[in-house]
């Protein structure tokens, strides 16, 4: 594809829950505009817009796959988003490149909370949207249902642009309401013939036009005061304030078909090329001086200095790593010298690719709005800014995702800790939702992700990619261990071993201080028992014996230490002596004092749907969590809570579970409280003598 006029190029990034119909209806798009030949999913689930073989395994998206097409003089980029509740932050990336979010709604007018979620990001992003009801061949399809989950279920405003003819098995095309016409299917290759509008169906449509005009007009205050003068708009005014509507945000334009048979995708096209905005007619990108910091408004015109935002990064272990970006403003050559404004490095680009799934056909140059990818740049992570030299902008970056879910990991083959390192660093490269940290208590290696399924394919691909196996299991927990009473024991050292021996004596009173307090020592000493110098080897040995309580093997926290008493030797003591004299009284006084195991206690706010808020309490609650509020939040509910780490470690997919997978939540530390008894009996580690018994 020849680099483009601005106004010409449109990217569609189709978007909605799994399993509604995205990828056959992106394949409808390339069969109908004539790219392929034949449908690209076949039985087996494969797709022209595949990147991995673990999608093809499992017969659905988990990635964002990039194809293009060209129809009526226009360049076309087409985004299939995965939609899974493991995979939909991928969406969130990638709605960066779209000119218009295509919403794909199941013909049954089934919604899940991904469908918010992803809507959600594009209104922020400020993305136009259309919806397109899918699978009007199906069993139970019903336009009107569709419309009314949209309206009801997601609170929007659909305007239909598209009626369709009969449903189900009686499915045979659509309805044009903006010209007044009908396209009836017929053959293979997304073929359609124009044809009148069926008798039974003609006053739906007349008064789907007036709907759709009202509807235009009121978007916009000139053709509002010009619709109320005359009662009606002329066709460039109506097309106008169509592309003005959707571009603001205003409308939601509503159409149908089926992607399966490729019924209405024609229809599809031909009002994307006339009504959805082009990459020309949206706002400024907003940015940043890099150097000042001021606000920059960078025009989608060629003439305008070149940047672009990477989107997607695709990393191959033979081929390096393919940066995905959507050129912002001006253009851009293979070869030029470019300016990485977020890391700050020069950067020459090589070879710049149009995507077809998997494949890459080369291209010379890019112009604003267009979506192309570039090989191997040295410094380059999703949601850079890439920028012209010597003219500099910076885009924020990307939103960042919390893990859902997390595990500790170990390489199943020991020796191999690098190799599984390097692998995961590597896909994190290509997926940020990736989280990847080393416990600095546990010393574990902690994988999180947005899900079992998301944490499962990064397994799965490090095992294939890089060849790095791993075993997961479900992460310690950061115990912790303090005392309920006060209590006083002394510690002793005395040892003759020939010449000069050991010899330290420490009287030691222990209490329990405020939760959160931390640790605090006190020295008492009067009249030089314990000479000066060695009173720090006292306090060292305590702090190193905190590290490892007496009830599980946690950190002991929350405790007052008070050096009161002791006893020393001219020529046997030393700083070793006392700091081993430390450690056994502190033992022995811990012991003593009522000591008692805490648990973390997380903070947790969770987005659920009004009906199902009293289930998610009732869950909280059977997780020994203490619900603390209740506020509304659009069409649902923000529930707020305290739960134990330890039973939310498995949290999402229970969420999702209850919800449909319309529920969300965010999770931070909030303290720690006493563990019950009964549970700490449970966490308590075997004792020495138990384990030779």
């Given at each position: 594809?020849?680099?483009?006029?601005?106004?010409?190029?449109?990217?569609?990034?189709?978007?909605?829950?799994?399993?509604?119909?995205?990828?056959?209806?992106?394949?409808?798009?390339?069969?109908?505009?004539?790219?392929?030949?034949?449908?690209?999913?076949?039985?087996?689930?494969?797709?022209?817009?595949?990147?991995?073989?673990?999608?093809?395994?499992?017969?659905?998206?988990?990635?964002?796959?990039?194809?293009?097409?060209?129809?009526?003089?226009?360049?076309?980029?087409?985004?299939?988003?995965?939609?899974?509740?493991?995979?939909?932050?991928?969406?969130?990336?990638?709605?960066?490149?779209?000119?218009?979010?295509?919403?794909?709604?199941?013909?049954?007018?089934?919604?899940?909370?991904?469908?918010?979620?992803?809507?959600?990001?594009?209104?922020?992003?400020?993305?136009?949207?259309?919806?397109?009801?899918?699978?009007?061949?199906?069993?139970?399809?019903?336009?009107?249902?569709?419309?009314?989950?949209?309206?009801?279920?997601?609170?929007?405003?659909?305007?239909?642009?598209?009626?369709?003819?009969?449903?189900?098995?009686?499915?045979?095309?659509?309805?044009?309401?903006?010209?007044?016409?009908?396209?009836?299917?017929?053959?293979?290759?997304?073929?359609?013939?124009?044809?009148?509008?069926?008798?039974?169906?003609?006053?739906?449509?007349?008064?789907?036009r007036e709907h759709l005009v009202e509807a235009v007009a009121e978007a916009d205050d000139d053709l509002l005061e010009r619709y109320l003068e005359e009662g009606e708009l002329a066709e460039d005014e109506l097309?106008?304030?169509?592309?003005?509507?959707?571009?603001?945000?205003?409308?939601?334009?509503?159409?149908?078909?089926?992607?399966?048979?490729?019924?209405?995708?024609?229809?599809?096209?031909?009002?994307?090329?006339?009504?959805?905005?082009?990459?020309?007619?949206?706002?400024?990108?907003?940015?940043?001086?890099?150097?000042?910091?001021?606000?920059?408004?960078?025009?989608?015109?060629?003439?305008?200095?070149?940047?672009?935002?990477?989107?997607?990064?695709?990393?191959?272990?033979?081929?390096?790593?393919?940066?995905?970006?959507?050129?912002?403003?001006?253009?851009?050559?293979?070869?030029?010298?470019?300016?990485?404004?977020?890391?700050?490095?020069?950067?020459?680009?090589?070879?710049?690719?149009?995507?077809?799934?998997?494949?890459?056909?080369?291209?010379?140059?890019?112009?604003?709005?267009?979506?192309?990818?570039?090989?191997?740049?040295?410094?380059?992570?999703?949601?850079?800014?890439i920028c012209d030299e010597k003219v500099h902008t910076y885009y924020p970056k990307l939103r960042s995702f919390e893990a859902a879910i997390s595990f500790a990991l170990h390489a199943k083959t020991k020796g191999?800790?690098?190799?599984?390192?390097?692998?995961?660093?590597?896909?994190?490269?290509?997926?940020?939702?990736?989280?990847?940290?080393?416990?600095?208590?546990?010393?574990?290696?902690?994988?999180?992700?947005?899900?079992?399924?998301?944490?499962?394919?990064?397994?799965?691909?490090?095992?294939?990619?890089?060849?790095?196996?791993?075993?997961?299991?479900?992460?310690?927990?950061?115990?912790?261990?303090?005392?309920?009473?006060?209590?006083?024991?002394?510690?002793?050292?005395?040892?003759?071993?020939?010449?000069?021996?050991?010899?330290?004596?420490?009287?030691?009173?222990?209490?329990?201080?405020?939760?959160?307090?931390?640790?605090?020592?006190?020295?008492?000493?009067?009249?030089?028992?314990?000479?000066?110098?060695?009173?720090?080897?006292?306090?060292?040995?305590?702090?190193?014996?905190?590290?490892?309580?007496?009830?599980?093997?946690?950190?002991?926290?929350?405790?007052?230490?008070?050096?009161?008493?002791?006893?020393?030797?001219?020529?046997?003591?030393?700083?070793?002596?006392?700091?081993?004299?430390?450690?056994?009284?502190?033992?022995?006084?811990?012991?003593?004092?009522?000591?008692?195991?805490?648990?973390?206690?997380?903070?947790?706010?969770?987005?659920?749907?009004?009906?199902?808020?009293?289930?998610?309490?009732?869950?909280?609650?059977s997780r020994r969590g203490k619900v603390q509020g209740v506020e509304p939040k659009g069409h649902n509910q923000v529930i707020r809570a305290a739960v134990p780490m330890a039973e939310i470690l498995t949290y999402?997919?229970?969420?999702?579970?209850?919800?449909?997978?319309?529920?969300?939540?965010?999770?931070?530390?909030?303290?720690?409280?006493?563990?019950?008894?009964?549970?700490?009996?449970?966490?308590?580690?075997?004792?020495?003598?138990?384990?030779?018994?």
């Amino acid at each position: 594809m020849a680099a483009l006029d601005p106004g010409r190029i449109r990217n569609l990034a189709l978007i909605g829950h799994g399993g509604v119909g995205k990828t056959t209806l992106a394949e409808a798009l390339l069969l109908t505009a004539g790219k392929t030949s034949s449908p690209g999913v076949t039985l087996e689930g494969t797709s022209n817009f595949d990147t991995e073989v673990e999608e093809e395994a499992r017969g659905h998206s988990m990635f964002s796959g990039f194809n293009h097409l060209t129809w009526k003089e226009q360049a076309v980029n087409v985004i299939d988003c995965p939609g899974a509740n493991a995979f939909v932050h991928d969406a969130s990336n990638v709605l960066r490149a779209a000119t218009t979010a295509v919403l794909v709604v199941s013909s049954t007018g089934e919604t899940r909370g991904e469908d918010e979620r992803v809507l959600g990001w594009a209104a922020e992003d400020k993305v136009p949207r259309i919806a397109v009801v899918t699978g009007m061949d199906r069993e139970r399809a019903d336009f009107e249902k569709a419309r009314d989950a949209l309206a009801i279920g997601l609170e929007l405003k659909p305007v239909p642009v598209q009626l369709p003819i009969g449903a189900g098995e009686n499915f045979t095309g659509v309805v044009d309401v903006l010209h007044q016409k009908a396209w009836i299917g017929q053959g293979e290759k997304g073929q359609a013939k124009e044809a009148p509008i069926p008798d039974e169906l003609a006053e739906d449509a007349r008064a789907a036009r007036e709907h759709l005009v009202e509807a235009v007009a009121e978007a916009d205050d000139d053709l509002l005061e010009r619709y109320l003068e005359e009662g009606e708009l002329a066709e460039d005014e109506l097309r106008a304030g169509l592309v003005s509507g959707i571009a603001s945000g205003a409308l939601l334009p509503l159409l149908c078909g089926s992607g399966e048979n490729a019924y209405g995708v024609a229809a599809l096209l031909d009002f994307v090329a006339e009504a959805c905005p082009s990459a020309a007619d949206l706002p400024a990108a907003i940015g940043d001086d890099p150097q000042t910091g001021d606000e920059l408004r960078r025009a989608p015109g060629v003439g305008e200095p070149f940047s672009a935002q990477i989107v997607r990064t695709v990393i191959d272990p033979f081929a390096g790593k393919l940066s995905v970006m959507r050129v912002l403003s001006g253009a851009v050559k293979a070869d030029s010298p470019v300016y990485n404004s977020t890391s700050r490095d020069k950067e020459k680009l090589g070879h710049l690719f149009k995507l077809e799934g998997k494949k890459q056909v080369q291209v010379s140059e890019a112009v604003a709005g267009d979506v192309v990818a570039v090989a191997k740049l040295k410094a380059g992570d999703t949601g850079d800014t890439i920028c012209d030299e010597k003219v500099h902008t910076y885009y924020p970056k990307l939103r960042s995702f919390e893990a859902a879910i997390s595990f500790a990991l170990h390489a199943k083959t020991k020796g191999e800790e690098d190799k599984v390192m390097s692998g995961l660093q590597r896909l994190q490269e290509e997926d940020p939702a990736i989280h990847l940290d080393r416990d600095p208590e546990t010393k574990e290696i902690v994988l999180g992700g947005m899900g079992q399924l998301h944490v499962d394919l990064v397994v799965d691909r490090l095992k294939r990619k890089f060849g790095a196996e791993v075993i997961l299991s479900a992460p310690k927990i950061p115990y912790r261990e303090t005392i309920r009473a006060q209590a006083r024991a002394e510690g002793k050292l005395k040892k003759q071993t020939g010449g000069h021996g050991q010899f330290a004596l420490v009287q030691l009173d222990i209490e329990p201080l405020p939760r959160g307090t931390g640790f605090e020592f006190v020295d008492k000493i009067v009249g030089g028992s314990v000479p000066r110098n060695f009173i720090p080897a006292v306090e060292k040995g305590v702090i190193e014996t905190m590290r490892k309580g007496n009830v599980a093997g946690a950190p002991v926290v929350d405790v007052r230490v008070t050096l009161y008493d002791g006893k020393h030797h001219d020529v046997d003591s030393s700083e070793m002596a006392f700091k081993v004299a430390a450690a056994t009284g502190f033992k022995a006084a811990f012991d003593k004092a009522k000591p008692v195991l805490l648990e973390p206690v997380m903070s947790l706010s969770i987005s659920v749907p009004d009906e199902t808020m009293g289930d998610v309490i009732g869950d909280v609650n059977s997780r020994r969590g203490k619900v603390q509020g209740v506020e509304p939040k659009g069409h649902n509910q923000v529930i707020r809570a305290a739960v134990p780490m330890a039973e939310i470690l498995t949290y999402a997919p229970d969420l999702n579970s209850i919800t449909g997978g319309r529920g969300a939540f965010h999770v931070e530390f909030s303290h720690y409280e006493e563990l019950p008894a009964h549970l700490a009996e449970k966490v308590a580690r075997v004792k020495p003598e138990a384990e030779t018994s």
